[in-house]
């Protein structure tokens, strides 16, 4: 008896995974992963895709490779499918294997964009198969897959606003680390919100033909080849040029959300108002000094320079060619 009692909770563990059994709809390259009873969730999805595709194709054609999505009904599910991957995300892409991984509509918040995470991951997937993947700067590839997911445009510039004011804004050579490494969920949500804001500056500043030339070159050169071919700027003229940009949305995102008479906001306000000299000088003195470095290590034998960083989030590692993920 007591042995038929121990087995009593591994049978009701294997009654209670013993799930629907799985079912497939295939459309196009999409094949639809999903369980028994979420027919018409496996129907909505591809039809979003589908529709997704056929509005990327012109720049982004998606081949005609498969693309698996795997649709999760349980949270078990969804961790089995994504192992080692943060639970809170909405969904991942596997893009070198052509694999979408979402969570399905039920295990997600009231009002969540179920199909801005389809078409999030979908540019995932497509910016592997038609741009240099290695070379594309992990903050431009997240900051399209948003900006044609159309998601959270209105928040992300509201985000960097605040995110200006009270100095959270990430450097551009610590972008790869807090994708990677995020110093906890807050740094982690405002890296993608700063990608966002970052990719539609650069699309405001050089126009979407040459945005997209930038992206697609990367197939044959480096992203700071690129910038420098068809934007006529380098990583570091794109930092500079964004970053004096952060004033200005800042001061709109402040207007707008009524936060501008915070006293953060309003201390802020008048301590930089006060050392905008200051501010300038300390500018023309790391401008000096960095002229120098330049300089200097022109003559010296090659060593990793902040332009190497900057045009590679992961050049610090070392080795290129780890499999990459992307997630949101
Ligand atoms: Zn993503």
Redesign the pocket.
């Known amino acids: 008896m007591a042995s038929m009692l121990k087995l009593l909770p591994v049978c009701l563990l294997l009654m209670a995974t013993a799930a629907a059994p799985a079912a497939e709809l295939e459309g196009g390259a999409f094949r639809v992963h999903y369980r028994e009873g979420d027919e018409d969730v496996a129907q909505w999805s591809l039809d979003v895709l589908q529709e997704a595709a056929a509005e990327f194709a012109p720049r982004l054609p998606l081949g005609d490779a498969p693309v698996d999505v795997h649709i999760a009904h349980t949270m078990d599910e969804f961790r089995e499918l994504t192992p080692g991957r943060n639970v809170y995300v909405s969904?991942v892409?596997r893009s070198w294997r052509g694999m979408i991984i979402v969570k399905g509509p039920q295990l997600r918040l009231p009002g969540e964009d179920y199909a801005g995470t389809l078409r999030?991951?979908l540019?995932?997937v497509l910016l592997y198969r038609n741009a240099g993947i290695g070379r594309l700067p992990q903050w431009l590839?997240?900051g399209l897959?948003?900006m044609l997911a159309n998601e959270l445009r209105w928040q992300a510039s509201l985000t960097v606003g605040r995110m200006f004011l009270t100095r959270r804004i990430i450097e551009y050579k610590d972008l790869g680390r807090a994708f990677n490494a995020p110093s906890g969920p807050e740094e982690f949500s405002d890296v993608?919100a700063q990608s966002l804001s970052m990719t539609e500056f650069l699309r405001d500043r050089v126009g979407e033909d040459a945005l997209w030339r930038i992206v697609l070159a990367t197939r044959e050169m480096s992203f700071g080849d690129a910038l420098r071919t068809y934007a006529g700027m380098s990583p570091l003229d794109f930092w500079d040029a964004y970053s004096r940009s952060l004033w200005g949305l800042a001061l709109i995102g402040s207007l707008v959300s009524g936060s501008l008479f915070t006293p953060a906001a309003v201390l802020f306000l008048i301590v930089y108002w006060k050392r905008r000299g200051q501010f300038k000088r300390g500018m023309a003195r790391l401008e000096a000094q960095e002229a120098r470095e330049r300089a200097e290590a022109a003559e010296a034998p090659a060593v990793l320079s902040w332009d190497d960083v900057a045009e590679d989030p992961d050049a610090w590692k070392g080795e290129e060619g780890e499999e990459e993920e992307?997630?949101?």
């Open positions: 969904g892409a999030h991951e540019v995932h590839n997240e897959a948003m993608y992307e997630e949101r």
